[in-house]
């Protein structure tokens, strides 16, 4: 089974991640205030999904994680699709992602003191599908058998356009880490990262330790990293240094900015944290993280700075 991030690190001090996908689409004048979000792109315009995972890798991301976060079976269906239609548009939002980096790759200027990119499809959690903000509470209305019948036929499309490993993010509670897990056995030779949205210093937005998620996670084989995603900056180093405790798999981080989302109105508020996003990585790296990028309001300038800092050590 190949692990992507592994075989990087093997090579590198740090697999640096890409950034905020929604912010850089808006700043191309796209409109995703939406229950598809980013997905409702992937329907209309899929050509500017292409250019954000270019400026990624441009600034130095030696990963892209695809725009199939909120991308399901039944949101597209919501919109009038037909199911076949709905895989499509799901196993394209790999395909984008393995093209551009393949373009990039084929410069030989692009090469130069970094690893060949590679395509992390993007799992969202099922509180995605709700749109209503429930990847950062956790209290489902549903269990994990459920769970897994939500997830099976999507992860099913996404491994058959073949990326590198899946990128199951912003998950919060651990019974859908375990449903999607589960899943995974079906396809042997697939990893995942798992990674958890968290509400403070040692829980995940369901309240449960962040310590008791690693434990589970360290003895899954086919979990090739573990991490904290969408979280505010302040929190991620105590929660590295727990999951540190409990394992030897590399550990990811991708907070976002800072500032706070509103489910209600679809929209940020608040501050972004005080220290940059370069001066918050030198600290997660020492705490023990070998995988950084960002979340949701950061961009490619907070990708590239990381680079320049991480290509020099």
């Known amino acids: 089974m190949n692990n992507a991030i592994q075989s990087i690190l093997k090579e590198f001090p740090l697999v640096i991640l890409d950034g905020a996908f929604s912010t850089e689409l808006e700043r191309r004048g796209c409109d995703i205030n939406d229950e598809l979000w980013s997905a409702k792109i ?3 315009q899929p050509e500017m999904i292409g250019k954000v995972h270019a400026d990624y890798f441009a600034a130095g991301a030696d990963v ?20 076949e239609e709905a895989l499509s548009l799901i196993r394209l939002s790999v395909e984008i992602a393995k093209k551009e980096r393949d373009e990039f790759w084929v410069h030989p200027e692009n090469r130069s003191n970094r690893p060949k990119p590679v395509v992390a499809a993007s799992v969202g ?27 099976a036929p999507r992860l099913k499309a996404l491994i058959e356009a073949q990326p590198d490993i899946l990128a199951c993010e912003t998950l919060p509670c651990l019974a859908e880490a375990k449903a999607i897990v589960a899943v995974l056995q079906t396809y042997k030779d697939m ?38 995603n969408c979280t505010a900056p302040q929190y991620v180093k105590s929660l590295i240094e727990i999951i540190r405790s409990q394992t030897n798999k590399p550990i990811l981080v991708y907070p976002n900015s800072g500032e ?11 501050a972004a944290a005080e220290n940059s996003f370069v001066d918050y990585t030198k600290q997660w790296y020492k705490a023990g993280a070998r995988a950084i990028g960002g979340c949701c309001r950061t961009t490619p300038d907070d990708i590239r700075a990381i680079a320049k800092w991480a290509r020099n050590k």
Request: with cysteine; aromatic share 12%.
């Open 191 to 228: 990893s995942a990262w798992i990674s958890f949205s968290a509400k403070d210093e040692e829980h995940i937005s369901s309240g449960e330790k962040i310590l008791d998620c690693a434990a589970w996670l360290d003895q899954q084989n086919q979990v090739a990293a573990i991490g904290i």
């Open 64 to 83: 892209a994680i695809t725009a199939s976060y909120q991308a399901t079976i039944e949101g597209f269906m919501r919109r009038g699709m037909t199911k």
């Open 260 to 270: 706070q989302y509103d489910a209600t109105t679809k929209d940020w508020h608040g």
């Open 125 to 151: 959690p099922y509180g995605a599908f709700l749109a209503d903000g429930s990847e950062y509470r956790g209290h489902y209305k549903i269990g994990e058998c459920e769970l897994r019948d939500f997830h």
């Open 42 to 44: 992937l329907m209309e």
